[in-house]
């Protein structure tokens, strides 16, 4: 095991950490009880973890902390800022005038949360992206008013891909803002989960992957960064593993995009592989283990590669030692824990 360094020239920032009001954790208990929502990844992930386990109260302790017990957590696991933002799925399994009205809240709370510790957390906000008026809105007003850094997006919607452009005011919204969006996994879809689901590769294990991969290459293929070209969105889990298959999707999509096969598919203005180098960012939550970090940095560019844990779901405090022993030199590490982020996020030096 490799330990961290315990005094290294750069701050550490992880950026894609959960958090949960009470408000959201007692709402998803009602859910479950009442079979209210019949998504059958959201009755898998938080039929177990609104559950009284000691693994399911711990978590819920931590997810809902944003004082001492996380802080302290912080400062184990050597994580100088956090990058907070409403845990998966968020608003998205209400219908969506009740998740516009519940992203306002919870965007109020989570920035009161920050402002009592301004210099340890910066966050993202929460929108209803069902409802794409108030989603724009929504994100606007966190940004300018409650001074978010971005919005989270945590993959489908009730069954819903955000690549149909009825949707696309967020998005536009968050091009004209210069922020990002955040593309968080999500359990798959009802349509898709049925063959994860007997052997329990629905949620972390496999199925996230799938899920939110698949919600990625749908906005690219859509003609989404056609329209706005500088929109950016950020990918977790080191890219959903997109970047492995970049040549491959290249040369199939390449095809297939001027063969008239799909009444949906058109040509795109760049390769699929260009809007993954310079429309996306990703981050190494979840995955506190060199190798696919490194391809990643390597295969999109070091300037687009950044730290995150994914706190609580996967809280290993040993993982930034694990991390910090990539041969990339302190330079970069230091673009890896601290520059990105700062660059991304808007987060200023204090
Ligand atoms: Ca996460």
């Not at 701050?11 to 009470?22: L, V």
């Not at 966190?142 to 005011?169: A, M």
């Not at 041969?327 to 520059?339: M, N, R, S, V």
Request: glycine content about 8%.
């Amino acid at each position: 095991m490799n330990q961290k360094n315990p005094n290294p020239p750069y701050k550490r920032i992880a950026t894609e950490e959960a958090w949960a009001s009470d408000e959201l954790i007692r709402l998803y208990r009602k859910e479950i009880e009442e079979k209210t929502i019949g998504d059958p990844g959201f009755q898998s992930l938080w039929g177990f973890f609104s559950g009284d386990s000691e693994k399911a109260r711990a978590h819920n302790r931590r997810i809902q902390d944003l004082d001492d017990e996380r802080l302290k957590d912080m400062d184990d696991s050597g994580i100088d800022i956090a990058v907070l933002s409403l845990t998966s799925p968020g608003v998205q399994i209400f219908d969506p005038a009740t998740a516009s009205s519940l992203s306002e809240r919870f965007n109020d709370e989570l920035a009161e949360g920050i402002a009592r510790h301004p210099d340890r957390y910066v966050g993202l906000a929460a929108f209803s992206p069902l409802d794409p008026a108030n989603a724009a809105k929504e994100l606007e007003r966190s940004v300018k008013k409650l001074g978010l850094r971005g919005g989270i997006l945590n993959s489908h919607t009730l069954g819903t891909y955000l690549d149909d452009e009825q949707y696309w005011e967020v998005f536009e919204a968050a091009e004209a803002l210069e922020v990002p969006i955040y593309l968080h996994p999500q359990t798959p879809s009802a349509n898709m989960i049925e063959p994860f689901l007997k052997r329990g590769l629905d949620a972390a294990v496999y199925g996230f992957a799938c899920e939110t991969g698949l919600h990625a290459l749908r906005l690219i293929v859509s003609g989404l960064f056609d329209r706005f070209p500088k929109l950016q969105i950020v990918l977790g889990h080191c890219g959903e593993a997109l970047p492995y298959w970049l040549s491959r999707i290249d040369f199939m999509h390449g095809h297939i995009s001027v063969s008239k096969r799909y009444p949906h598919v058109h040509p795109l203005k760049r390769k699929a592989s260009e809007y993954l180098k310079e429309n996306f960012h990703y981050t190494s939550s979840g995955v506190g283990w060199a190798p696919p970090v490194m391809f990643v940095r390597d295969v999109i560019g070091p300037d687009r590669m950044m730290y995150a844990m994914d706190y609580p779901w996967q809280f290993v405090p040993s993982e930034v030692g694990e991390l910090e022993a990539m041969p990339i030199g302190e330079a970069g590490l230091k673009q890896f824990f601290e520059d990105n982020a700062r660059a991304l996020f808007k987060i200023g030096k204090s």
